[in-house]
């Protein structure tokens, strides 16, 4: 059997400035490189035209297609990650496995679990810091703890940059691969079809990048870069836009660090990851939960026009405008006091960037109950919202263009009482 090492792909579909890969293909056995489509994940997902799933496919395919011009190619496996392993163990002496870090809890446990086999094996197992720029415990506290306020964190995150050199990795340029041709399954093959959505360009101009702190807010402009899910399933490197902000725009430079800060909350509060707000004591909310009211903000039909253009445009492209994404999650809490994590597990079913930490992490700051939050008082007024930020109703009439029809349902339920409501609900909860 051939000695080799197994590139393991996962969050980082790219062949450019990929870390592990780098440090695979600089290593003296030809590299491997596989993809394994994990049914404990897949299983998990009820609709079969799940876009995600089309995009990473979509992506291997160019992935492959670009291995391939390098002498090698790119294996595609359909199992259980260990037993996907084992099988490989079977066909080639496996020397070395080398992947990049993975931080949400079902993936530490897997890993831990490749990780264990491999060695037992004598197999050296190496896993690589790529997704993010900083991590686990590389920006702490004067008191080494982590940080769960956004600004201080950022403030360190930033003096870090400064001291250090942001590297990249030239693993595009190495042809250490093994000489190999394997079929590539199609989306059918692994069961699933086409979602019919629009994937965004993965290029993007420097002047949205510049004009971000002006724009970003308006969700009627084609004014952000989309760049949500490719930094998601790592087609483009997390590095590389860091350097592109750098000089432009503290703004957009911000955006990307919230999610460095989002991923240190998720590695050092491993409970998030259970359904517990990161606050307990908001765990003690007693939600209403109305199933009516909670179909009706997910179909876009709570008569408040600029909560149901966000729930349209998520339903129909994938996608959501952030300021938008605040307004919906502040709606579904706040004025239909249905419970966080309702409205986390509908967005992790339709957005095309789904990202576990992100995610929870937006949630629970509408919720109050996260770190750094929005503080529970806050009561998101949609009219104003709209006055500010769509005053020219061009999203809202994108999105709902019958929001003036006599057919187009009334509010949902009353601005003012909802947030009396809220108010006293949260203030019997937190005593």
């Known amino acids: 059997m051939k000695d080799i090492s197994v590139f393991w792909f996962r969050r980082d579909l790219r062949l450019k400035d990929n870390v592990a890969l780098f440090e695979a293909l600089s290593q003296d056995y030809p590299v491997l490189p596989i993809f394994i489509f994990d049914p404990s994940i897949l299983d998990k997902l009820s609709n079969k035209k799940d876009a ?19 002498g090698g190619d790119l294996l595609i496996c359909h199992d259980k990650p260990l037993d996907a392993f084992k099988t490989l163990s079977q066909q080639y002496s496996i020397k070395q496995i080398f992947t990049n870090h993975d931080y949400e809890n079902y993936a530490i446990q897997r890993d831990a679990e490749v990780k264990s086999w491999a060695e037992a094996q004598g197999i050296i197992f190496q896993s690589k810091k790529d997704q993010v720029i900083f991590e686990k415990n590389e920006v702490l506290t004067g008191q080494n703890t982590p940080y769960t306020v956004f600004t201080p964190y950022s403030r360190k995150w930033k ?29 059918e093959h692994i069961g699933f079809q086409p979602s019919g959505l629009h994937f965004p360009a993965i290029n993007f101009s420097d ?7 002006i724009n970003r807010d308006f969700p009627g402009l084609d004014a952000t870069s989309r760049m949500s899910v490719h930094l998601r399933f790592g087609t483009v490197s997390i590095r590389e ?12 430079l911000n955006e990307l660090i919230w999610r460095d800060f989002y991923f240190n909350i998720t590695f050092h509060f491993p409970h998030i990851g259970q359904g517990l707000a990161f606050r307990k004591e908001y765990d003690r909310m007693n939600w209403r939960n109305n199933e009516q009211e909670f ?52 967005f992790a079913e339709r957005l095309l960037d789904f990202d576990f930490s992100a995610n929870n992490g937006g949630w629970q700051w509408a919720a109050g109950s996260g770190c750094d939050a929005a503080p529970y008082f806050r009561v998101f007024n949609p009219y104003l919202q709209t006055q500010k930020f769509d005053k020219d109703l061009t999203y809202i009439r994108k999105w709902v263009p019958e929001f003036q029809e006599f057919h187009y ?6 601005h003012e009482f909802a947030r009396k409501r809220v108010l006293a609900a949260y203030k019997e909860a937190l005593g």
């Open 52 to 70: 995600r799933v089309e995009f990473i496919h979509q992506a291997l395919k160019n992935v492959k297609a670009q291995i391939q011009n390098r």
């Open 159 to 187: 003096e870090k940059l400064a001291a250090s050199e942001l590297s990249t990795f030239d693993s595009e340029n190495l042809t250490n691969y093994l000489n190999a041709n394997f079929e590539f399954p199609s989306l």
């Open 207 to 213: 002047d949205i990048i510049r004009q971000y702190q």
């Open 241 to 252: 836009l860091v350097k592109r902000a750098l000089g432009k725009s503290e703004t957009w």
């Open 295 to 346: 179909e009706a903000w997910k179909n876009g039909q709570t008569g408040y026009p600029i909560v149901d253009a966000g729930m349209r445009e998520l339903n129909q492209t994938g996608f959501m405008h952030n300021r938008v994404r605040m307004i919906v999650a502040s709606f579904l809490v706040k004025h239909l006091l249905i419970d966080w994590r309702w409205g986390e597990a509908y």
């Open 409 to 414: 349902p009334k509010p949902i339920v009353d």
